[in-house]
T-cell receptor
Framework: SAVISQKPSRDICQRGTSLTIQCQVD?????MFWYRQQPGQSLTLIAT?????????ESGFVIDKFPISRPNLTFSTLTVSNMSPEDSSIYLC??????????FGPGTRLTVT | GQSLEQPSEVTAVEGAIVQINCTYQ??????LSWYQQHDGGAPTFLSY????GLEETGRFSSFLSRSDSYGYLLLQELQMKDSASYFC??????????FGAGTTVTVRA
């Protein structure tokens, strides 16, 4: 298994600003992902963070709004840019060690005012 | 695209058995996973079915029928700590998951 930490755990931000969320895995992993989850709702995949290349974004998510970095096999960042209240959500990082099992970080609860 | 259907809520008493069904429509299906998420917590992996049949892990079992595009999670000997949301998820590519809307399980004493 993999242990995943995220920083910050929560933040309150003003609209128009940006927030960078960090995700650290305790071991090298092949795949890392970023999800968004509204409280009580399902998880929506934002993008796959690829080591050494640009992230792969899902439909409805774009790099200008959610730039992602993955400088190595244990670390990734997600930036939420030019925030609006609609970006208020829980942002989750996950890592896949094997093909069929993902481990999730505790999430970052973002409120945009 | 993908679509998954699972019941929104299930309530049962301690010691009971609960079955959460999941039907899916997707292209490029690789397998069906189940995740548990307690309120305010991170989703945690429970099980994965890549082939038809039953997988058992302690009190929890998961079943898959690829021909019926159907699976279920079976929770036995329910305990209060099992109160949580349970998500089915289809693996649709290299490690990529698409999640269902989730089933909230409430266990009563």
């Amino acid at each position: 298994s993999a242990v995943i930490s995220q920083k910050p755990s929560r933040d309150i931000c003003q609209r128009g600003t940006s927030l960078t969320i960090q995700c650290q895995v305790d071991s090298q992993v092949t795949m890392m992902f970023w999800y968004r989850q509204q409280p009580g709702q399902s998880l929506t995949l934002i993008a796959t963070a690829n080591q050494g290349s640009e992230a792969t974004y899902e439909s409805g998510f774009v790099i200008d709004k959610f730039p992602i970095s993955r400088p190595n096999l244990t670390f990734s960042t997600l930036t939420v840019s030019n925030m609006s209240p609609e970006d208020s959500s829980i942002y989750l990082c996950s890592a896949g060690q094997g093909a069929n099992e993902q481990y999730f970080g505790p999430g970052t609860r973002l409120t945009v005012t | 695209g993908q679509s998954l259907e699972q019941p929104s809520e299930v309530t049962a008493v301690e010691g009971a058995i609960v079955q959460i069904n999941c039907t899916y429509q997707t292209s490029g299906f690789y397998g069906l996973s189940w995740y548990q998420q307690h309120d305010g917590g991170a989703p945690t992996f429970l099980s994965y079915n890549g082939l038809d049949g039953l997988e058992e892990t302690g009190r929890f079992s998961s079943f898959l029928s690829r021909s019926d595009s159907y699976g279920y999670l079976l929770l036995q000997e329910l305990q209060m700590k099992d109160s949580a949301s349970y998500f089915c998820a289809v693996r649709v590519g290299d490690y990529k998951l698409s999640f269902g809307a989730g089933t909230t399980v409430t266990v009563r004493a």
